[in-house]
């Protein structure tokens, strides 16, 4: 009698299919959700639908109606709830994982062929020559910057947050544009095409739980790398420390030449 009740567990190799697709589904989630206020409401609803499967297997058919009803009416609340999620984790995945030259990236990692993502332009070895030494002397004087190096992804709803310019990478001129007197100094840079094509721009702040003595430059960096895949480096105007961030994920600049190389392999 007992045993009947868990005759579920013979399942076949679709069922095994089934079942880790979605551990792997769950796994994903946990992850890209890690550290947000999300994670506990998942959890109670993994919790609900685990359950509602036991319930169901046991033959107790009011608690399946029950645990069903709720579920089903949830899933509208899911969606209202987990938005911003949903929203970056489609656009994440819309951007980093059908594009052809991602996939050309993965074949030509998996055919060991040799790529030096350094190899710049002279026009490139200028911009992050102008940038890194921009970002040396604001950090010197401890001049709050938010750089934005856009990637693929276009970036024209930021971009039109702000002001439009379009000149050329110069380090007196990123200086001038973060100067704490200068109208245009509040706000994100953005360079596009080894050209500075906006400033005074709003990026999205991450909701993702970062080391305290970050502040808003930085959830703004983490905001922008998490919904594109464009780099940002940003100077501390509290303690004058310069942090690059890629992909939500950030590495804290220690001297001048890691800096240049991480600003060439973001436009190399």
């Known amino acids: 009698m007992i045993l009947g009740a868990f005759e579920f567990l013979n399942f076949s190799f679709a069922d095994f299919l089934d079942i880790l697709l979605t551990a792997l589904l769950i796994y994903y989630a946990f992850k890209y959700i890690r550290g947000t206020s999300a994670m506990n409401i998942l959890i109670g609803l993994i919790f609900l639908f685990v359950l509602k499967?036991?319930?169901?297997?046991?033959?107790?058919?009011?608690?399946?109606?029950?645990?069903?009803?709720?579920?089903?009416?949830?899933?509208?609340?899911?969606?209202v709830i987990f938005q911003p999620e949903i929203r970056r984790?489609?656009?994440?995945?819309?951007q980093r994982y059908l594009k052809a030259e991602q996939g050309r990236r993965i074949w030509e990692r998996f055919a060991k062929r040799s790529h030096d993502p350094s190899s710049l332009s002279p026009e490139q070895s200028a911009v992050v020559k102008e940038i890194a030494e921009a970002c040396n002397s604001m950090s010197a004087t401890k001049t709050g910057a938010l750089i934005v190096l856009a990637g693929r992804s276009s970036l024209e709803s930021v971009i039109d947050?702000?002001?439009?310019?379009?000149?050329?990478?110069?380090?007196?001129?990123?200086?001038?544009?973060?100067?704490?007197?200068?109208?245009?100094?509040?706000g994100a840079v953005i360079i596009d095409r080894e050209r500075i094509?906006?400033?005074?721009?709003?990026?999205?702040?991450s909701e993702a739980a970062l080391p305290p003595q970050f502040?808003?430059?930085h959830k703004a960096a983490a905001g922008i790398t998490e919904e594109t895949d464009a780099k940002v480096v940003v100077?501390?105007?509290?303690?004058?420390?310069i942090?690059?961030?890629?992909?939500?994920?950030?590495?804290?600049?220690?001297?001048?030449?890691?800096?240049?190389?991480?600003?060439?392999?973001?436009?190399?």
């Open 89 to 94: 984790f489609l656009i994440h995945f819309g």
């Open 53 to 79: 499967v036991l319930v169901s297997a046991m033959g107790m058919k009011m608690m399946t109606e029950m645990l069903s009803i709720v579920l089903d009416v949830g899933m509208l609340a899911i969606i």
């Open 197 to 205: 094509v906006a400033a005074r721009c709003t990026l999205p702040v």
């Open 161 to 186: 947050t702000g002001d439009r310019i379009d000149a050329v990478v110069n380090r007196r001129l990123l200086m001038n544009l973060f100067f704490k007197n200068s109208p245009l100094h509040d």
């Open 215 to 217: 502040g808003m430059r």
């Open 235 to 241: 100077v501390s105007e509290e303690t004058g420390g």
């Open 243 to 268: 942090t690059f961030f890629n992909d939500g994920s950030w590495t804290h600049i220690n001297n001048l030449n890691e800096l240049k190389l991480l600003l060439g392999q973001a436009l190399g």
